[in-house]
Structures are given as C-alpha cells and as structure tokens.
C-alpha cells in the first residue's frame, strides 16, 4: 500500500510543505499539497487522500474546523488525519483526538517517529477498507437474498367471488423466517399457510424457504385431491417427520394452514403450535388454538385438522408472534390484550392494525419479523 499511498500534506508554511513532501517521496508515497483548511477540504473532495497530515494554526479556516468538516462527511470520514503541530498543549492535543485525528505530533518532529505513525495509520485504513468491502459484500448477499425470498411469496392473492384476502409482510432483517402461501388447488378450493420459523436472519430465511416447499409439494399434489383434513395433517406430518429426522439442528416452525371451500364457507384447519388466530362473528370471537405441535422438533407427533364454516361478515385474522410479541425500547410488550383490542375494534383492517402497532413503538427498532392475514367473507 505504502507504494501507492497518496499522503496530503496540509499547511500554510512553504517550508514545512517542501521537507515533507521530499520526505514522503523518499520513502515512495505520492503526495498532495493544501495551504489552507479551506483548499484541503477541496483537495479531498476531489481526490480523497489516503492520510491527511494536518497543520491546526492555519488562515481562513484551521486545523480544528478541518477535521469538524471532514468526520461529519460519511464518504470522508474515515481517512485518517495525523496532527502535526507547534501547538503541543495536553489540551490541544486532546481536541485533536476527540476530533477524530489518528495522532498528533508536534513540532518539531522526529522523522523516524512519523514515518512509524505514518505506516500504522495507514495499515489501519487498510484494515477498515478491507472490513468496509466485506461488509458491502455480506450486504449485496443479503439483498439478493431478500429478492429470493420475496419470490417466495405470492405476488397475486387469488380472488374468489363474496371472499376478500389482504397480507401484510415486514422483516426486521433482510431476510426473515415468516413466511406465508396462498393457492388455488385444482378443486377450486384456496389453501392458506402463516408460519414462523424460530429465530430470524439468514438461518431462519433458508428453512423456511424448505418448510414452504414442502408444505406446498405436499398441498398442491393434484394426484391426492381426499378431503381436506387428510389432506393437511398429511402434509404437516410429512414435513415434520423430513426436517425432524433429516435435520437434527435445524429450527423448527409453527404454522397454521387451512383449506377453504369458498362456496360452502366451511374452512378446514391444523393450527401446529402457532399463534391461535382469531375468528371474528359478528359481536363474538373465538381464538383457534392449537391441534398439534410445532413443526420440525420430534418426528412421529400427531397432528388434527378441524373446521369452522364462515357466515357472511365473518373475518379470520392470522398473524406471526412478531405482531404479539412487539415492544418499545422501555420493554413494553404489544401483548395479546392489546392485539385483541386491535383486531376487535369495528371495522379493523391490516393498515389500521399496523397503523396501531407503529405508534406504540414509535420509531424503535422492530426486534421480530411481522406477518399479518385477513381473510373475510363479504355480506
């Protein structure tokens, strides 16, 4: 690096200037030259030096404000600054430091000590270049991987006359363990997935790209059209007795899926561990729980499928512990009473729910993923 180095030099002494830059292109960096604050913040805007050796008493703009100037700018904040100065007060040299600067010299300077101060800070810059392309590299990764993920899941909900769908989906990294699937099977019928892989991030995205899959393979087989409670504990038993055995660390997934018949209204349900949703009728409400285990953890579990028929208004809400497990910065959780609130209020959509749940945590960080789906049959 050292070869290639570009060093500006920044002072207002002719003198000073010259003996640094015969310095440092003896030793075989390339350098650049500033003798004001205000010329060098051009000079790095135009050629952003790999070190800076700053000068503080300087005219029209001094070492001081330089380095104000130049920590603020995030493309330039990480070039590093050696201070080399006549001011050499402990409390010159503390601001200097808390500015930002790598270290500080005073004048006069020993010439083998700056050229070690000279070689540690830019090995330093090395390192945070190395870190920084890393870092931009596990980010491309990441966003490649949410555009995957994202194809996961279904871009068009199928519409089906008196029935009405609505999803809401948000991650709290790139990628999530939330998932969910909406299909039409060869009968007519509509089969509707909301699972939640333990965890988050991308351990939890790549199982429940497998956990989809195969409850999906297993849903939209059109060789095993049976009803539809075969149909689902088939499927989850298969997928459970897969991951458990085939995948020994893996995580595991609750999830509720259910077949509906959206001429008869009767929905066909196995909720395996997962949040019970809830069943909106009229001015009564009935909380679905669970029929069977969490996916993934024990091969052979049991799992049942029951039914529920929707009367015209009826709504079903299914949702993701993310929702219910929300909190502020001061540990408040959402909670399940504050959700049942929400989802009983009159008139209840997913904007107004999310709406509820974005002023109660008021900016801060969302710790889980969120997945929310209504499904109602029209009056």
């Known amino acids: 690096m050292s070869e290639k180095a570009r060093i500006l030099i920044v002072d207002d002494e002719p003198f000073n200037v010259d003996f640094l ?3 440092l292109e003896d030793l075989g960096f390339q350098t650049l030259s500033a003798g004001n604050g205000r010329e060098a ?3 790095i805007s135009t050629e952003s030096p790999d070190l800076i050796l700053l000068d503080i008493m300087m005219p029209e703009m001094d070492g001081f404000e330089v380095l104000t100037r130049l920590k603020a700018q995030n493309g330039y904040q990480h070039i590093p600054v050696i201070i080399i100065s006549a001011m050499s007060d402990m409390q010159s040299v503390v601001r200097g430091i808390e500015l930002g600067a790598e270290d500080y010299l005073p004048k006069p300077f020993d010439e083998v000590l700056l050229q070690a101060r000279i070689y540690s800070a830019l090995e330093k810059k090395r390192l945070r ?3 920084q392309a890393h870092l931009k590299n596990l980010e491309r990764e990441l966003e490649i991987g949410h555009q995957i993920q994202s194809g996961f899941l279904p871009v068009d909900l199928p519409q089906k006359t008196g029935w009405s769908l609505d999803t809401f989906f948000r991650p709290a990294r790139e990628v999530a363990g ?8 060869p009968n007519g019928h509509l089969t509707i997935m909301l699972g ?4 988050k991030g991308v351990g939890a995205a790549l199982f429940m790209a497998l956990y989809r899959s195969l409850l999906r393979s297993s849903l939209n087989n059109p060789m095993l059209l049976d009803d539809p409670g075969n149909k689902l504990v088939r499927a989850l038993t298969h997928t459970n007795n897969y991951v458990s055995t085939t995948h020994e660390k893996g995580l595991f997934a609750t999830l509720f899926a259910c077949i509906l ?4 209204g009767q929905l066909t349900y196995t909720n395996a561990g997962h949040n019970p949703p809830l069943h909106l009728q009229g001015q009564a409400h ?3 729980k669970p029929t069977g285990p969490a996916l993934g953890i024990i091969e052979g579990m049991e799992y049942q499928a029951k039914t529920i028929t929707f009367a015209p208004g009826d709504r079903l809400f299914i949702y993701s512990d993310g929702l219910e497990d929300v909190k502020t910065s001061q540990n408040e959780f959402f909670g399940s009473q504050r959700l049942a609130k929400t989802f009983l209020e ?3 959509s997913i904007s107004s729910v999310i709406q509820q749940l974005d002023d109660f945590i008021q900016g801060d960080p969302q710790y889980d993923d969120l997945t929310l789906l209504i499904l109602e049959r029209e009056k």
């Open 178 to 185: 939330d998932f969910y699937d909406i299909f039409e099977l």
């Open 261 to 264: 018949d959206p001429d008869s």
């Open 346 to 348: 009159s008139g209840a």
């Open 196 to 199: 939640d892989v333990a965890d």
């Open 41 to 43: 913040l051009e000079v």
């Open 129 to 131: 270049d190395v870190e």
């Open 286 to 288: 009935t909380w679905i």
């Open 21 to 23: 830059e015969q310095e």
